[in-house]
């Protein structure tokens, strides 16, 4: 039986180019898809927020032609690179898949809105939302709230390259503490770096619980949905 029912999601853009120079590395793009479409013939409800890091990143270095709004759009459109690589490594195993996006890109994409989202799903599609809000100024991590309070998500599943949530980067401090659950307000308190400030915000008046868990880990993400086994960083309203 299902843990979660419908779930958000949110996958960093870096992450898709794993170790190599590519910025869409074939090893791990095949590895979200796969990850992704066992949990999609279970029934669970999905719904994908990709970042674009690995793409546009790369650039900032040479471009300096372009104010923080229009690198905030080259940033959306990365999004929906990423994301229709996913969508194209989903169907490649037989699972349908659409792209909504905050930015309609026609004839690539449509505007997402709730309701299309929903309709989606409940045709058993997985969902994949780029453009981030549609607007400059907020992380896609803020999209990855948002969309999750949209579509009525259970939890906003946070896949990234460490376990969970330490109390320090667990990459440069060897004896850093995770931690298996926190509060929103203590994850304030602690000014821990889970998601952004406006991110954080969302979820938390909307009592939209987080878990950050480790993409790399093959299964990972099955045992948590359908197994109901604790991974990762649970971060909750709490009472």
Same mark, same amino acid.
């Given at each position: 039986?299902?843990?979660?029912?419908?779930?958000? &999601? @949110?996958? +960093?853009?870096?992450?898709?180019? %794993?170790?190599?120079?590519?910025?869409i590395?074939?090893?791990?793009?095949?590895?979200?898809?796969?990850?992704i479409?066992?949990?999609?013939?279970? !029934?669970?409800?999905i719904?994908?927020? *990709?970042? %674009?890091?690995?793409?546009?990143?790369?650039?900032? /270095?040479?471009?300096?032609?372009?104010?923080?709004?229009?690198?905030?759009?080259?940033?959306? *459109?990365?999004?929906?690179?990423?994301? *229709?690589?996913?969508? /194209?490594?989903?169907? %490649?195993?037989?699972?349908?898949?659409?792209? *909504?996006?905050?930015?309609?890109?026609?004839?690539?994409?449509?505007?997402? +809105?709730?309701?299309?989202? &929903?309709?989606?799903?409940?045709?058993?599609?997985?969902?994949?939302?780029?453009?981030?809000? !549609?607007?400059?100024?907020?992380?896609?991590?803020?999209?990855?709230?948002?969309?999750?309070?949209?579509?009525?998500?259970?939890?906003?599943?946070?896949?990234?390259?460490?376990?969970?949530?330490?109390?320090?980067?667990?990459?440069?401090?060897? @004896?850093?503490?995770?931690?298996?659950?926190?509060?929103?307000?203590?994850?304030?308190?602690?000014?821990?770096?889970?998601?952004?400030?406006?991110?954080?915000?969302l979820?938390?008046e909307? @009592?939209?619980?987080?878990?950050?868990?480790?993409?790399? @880990?093959?299964?990972? &993400?099955?045992?948590?949905?359908?197994?109901?086994?604790?991974?990762?960083?649970?971060? +909750?309203? %709490?009472?």
């Open positions: 039986m299902l843990k979660y029912q419908t779930i958000l &999601l @949110k996958l +960093s853009g870096e992450s898709l180019s %794993g170790n190599s120079a590519d910025p590395n074939p090893e791990m793009l095949q590895l979200y898809a796969t990850e479409s066992t949990l999609a013939r279970e !029934g669970l409800r719904g994908i927020v *990709l970042g %674009g890091g690995n793409i546009f990143r790369g650039m900032q /270095g040479s471009i300096t032609a372009f104010d923080r709004i229009q690198g905030d759009y080259m940033g959306m *459109l990365a999004t929906v690179i990423n994301s *229709l690589a996913l969508q /194209g490594a989903l169907e %490649g195993l037989g699972i349908k898949a659409r792209v *909504l996006s905050g930015l309609a890109i026609d004839p690539i994409t449509e505007r997402v +809105s709730s309701k299309r989202a &929903l309709e989606l799903l409940d045709q058993n599609y997985v969902v994949i939302i780029a453009g981030g809000t !549609g607007n400059p100024f907020f992380t896609t991590d803020t999209a990855a709230a948002l969309r999750a309070v949209e579509i009525k998500a259970d939890v906003l599943m946070k896949g990234t390259r460490v376990d969970g949530v330490y109390n320090a980067d667990p990459e440069k401090d060897p @004896k850093a503490i995770m931690f298996e659950q926190i509060t929103f307000q203590e994850a304030y308190q602690k000014n821990l770096k889970i998601m952004d400030l406006t991110a954080l915000t979820c938390s909307n @009592k939209m619980p987080i878990i950050v868990f480790n993409i790399y @880990k093959k299964g990972l &993400l099955f045992d948590i949905i359908v197994n109901g086994v604790n991974h990762g960083t649970l971060v +909750s309203p %709490g009472n």
